[in-house]
């Protein structure tokens, strides 16, 4: 049928490969892809074989590369397809491994200058893969390494214009440091997170750039820069 493969939708991408292709990502039953040239919406069942199901079916975000390879992050892993040839894998976490070497509850994937994919968790921190080995180095915080991340509770990733990896979480914005692997934690110190209804000000949803360069984020109860 020409429907979508769920009524709830969690994430949208616009193909930057083909503009008139569309991703969109369901909080049940996988993923769709509509063509809006015909119309045509493709369900992921009938474009991954069942012998290459996705690792979950509660899709969370969506991401394309600079290689135009579809990222799909899920409750339980992430997942790639090649757009050209729909072959498609994964990288199904091991829930006994008590080092969680692999991600799980992915809300967040992005890219850096040299290719590298971004993937952020849900309390698990934020891991880099090496596309060529395919293994991750995760980031943890700590609370006695201030160059360390904010929080573990990843909510967004945005690579700037000067090719700056920013990491949105649920308490600050972390900015990454590729010459040092190291972070710069911006908290809104007026409210600390933990702080009842203040908290909200550290919540990050979003991350963007305007016209001059400059970041800001989106919080809970609105935007600061």
Not at 7 to 26: F, T
Not at 54 to 66: A, H, P, Q, T, W
Not at 211 to 223: D, L, P
Request: charged share 25%.
């Amino acid at each position: 049928p020409n429907s979508l493969a769920h009524k709830r939708v969690s994430d949208i991408l616009v193909s930057r490969q083909d503009p008139n292709i569309v991703w969109i990502g369901h909080s049940q039953k996988g993923f769709s892809r509509l063509n809006r040239d015909t119309g045509q919406i493709t369900q992921a069942r009938q474009l991954i074989s069942e012998e290459n199901t996705l690792s979950d079916g509660r899709v969370n975000c969506l991401f394309e590369d600079k290689e135009h390879t579809l990222w799909i992050g899920t409750w339980f892993g992430l997942n790639w397809l090649d757009q050209d040839t729909l072959q498609f894998g994964h990288y199904p976490p091991d829930a006994s491994d008590p080092d969680l070497k692999i991600p799980v509850n992915i809300w967040a994937i992005g890219e850096d200058a040299s290719g590298a994919i971004w993937v952020g968790t849900r309390k698990g921190g934020l891991y880099r893969l090496d596309k060529a080995s395919g293994q991750f180095t995760r980031y943890l915080s700590d609370p006695n390494d201030e160059q360390s991340l904010s929080h573990d509770h990843i909510r967004s990733l945005f690579r700037d214009s000067r090719d700056v990896l920013w990491v949105g979480t649920r308490d600050g914005v972390s900015r990454y440091d590729s010459e040092t692997d190291s972070f710069t934690r911006f908290i809104h110190s007026h409210f600390p997170f933990g702080d009842h209804g203040w908290a909200h000000f550290n919540v990050i949803q979003t991350i963007l750039e305007d016209g001059g360069g400059n970041c800001g984020w989106a919080v809970k109860t609105g935007y600061m820069s």
